[in-house]
């Protein structure tokens, strides 16, 4: 069975850091594109960003110079660095996986981790 | 903005059909993917690639891509059909992926 945990969400003050990890399990991690996917409070899905099986790299322009998106294949997990926190980044972080060779098609998802950014 | 547009909300009476549309221009490229999300809980793929659903995602969802709309149709709509549901696709680059405002749909 297929498992996204997420972890690292917590209340943060405007321009400071945040630690995301997804941990996964039941699937060959490092075969996978994997995630990142927000929701703010009340609103719709948000692409933030994804990562190859090769570690190819994309941003939404929302995040691009502020967030760092990681793997590391040995501990099957993903994560998210998020610098210079801002209030539009409150939100509700999941980290997904696609469905090959669907590769905006997310056929699992973690429960999600909330972040808040206030002062 | 989203470069995904979706009709905010619509409502379908009970057992009847109701479609729910996704416009942009990344869709003459590639096919929209679409999601249920219920109240606190995670979204869920039901549609990707032309028409494909995920294992156990019921046979009354159905989706179509055609010229720049991507469509969702529920064919004998039921109460646990009542959700919000997103389309996704890529940009019109095709580097990024971009989803829907989402529609909030209403089983009466």
């Known amino acids: 069975e297929v498992q996204l945990v997420e972890s690292g969400g917590g209340l943060v003050k405007p321009g400071e850091s945040l630690r995301l990890s997804c941990a996964a399990s039941?699937?060959?991690?490092?075969?996978?594109?994997m995630n990142w996917v927000r929701q703010a409070p009340g609103k719709g899905l948000e692409w933030v960003s994804s990562?190859?099986?090769?570690?190819?790299?994309y941003y939404a322009d929302s995040v691009k110079g502020r967030f760092t998106i990681s793997r590391d294949n040995a501990k099957n997990s993903l994560y998210l660095q998020m610098n210079s926190l801002r209030a539009d980044d409150t939100a509700v972080y999941y980290c997904?996986?696609?469905?090959?060779?669907?590769?905006?098609?997310?056929?699992?998802w973690g429960q999600g981790t909330l972040v808040t950014v206030s002062s | 903005s989203s470069e995904l547009t979706q009709d905010p909300a619509v409502s379908v009476a009970l057992g009847q059909t109701v479609r729910i549309t996704c416009q942009g221009d990344s869709l003459r490229r590639y096919s929209a993917t679409w999601y249920q999300q219920k109240p606190g809980q995670a979204p869920l793929l039901v549609i990707y690639?032309?028409?494909y659903r995920p294992s156990g995602i019921p046979d009354r969802f159905s989706g179509s891509t055609s010229g720049n709309t991507g469509s969702l149709t529920i064919t004998g709509a039921q109460a646990e059909d009542e959700a919000d549901y997103y389309c996704?696709?890529?940009?019109?680059?095709?580097?990024?992926?971009?989803f829907g405002g989402g529609t909030k749909l209403t089983v009466l």
């Open positions: 039941g699937f060959t991690f490092s075969s996978y594109r």
């Open positions: 690639g032309k028409n």
């Open positions: 996704n696709s890529r940009d019109s680059s095709g580097n990024h992926v971009v």
């Open positions: 990562i190859t099986s090769s570690s190819h790299i």
């Open positions: 997904a996986r696609d469905l090959p060779p669907y590769t905006y098609a997310y056929g699992d």
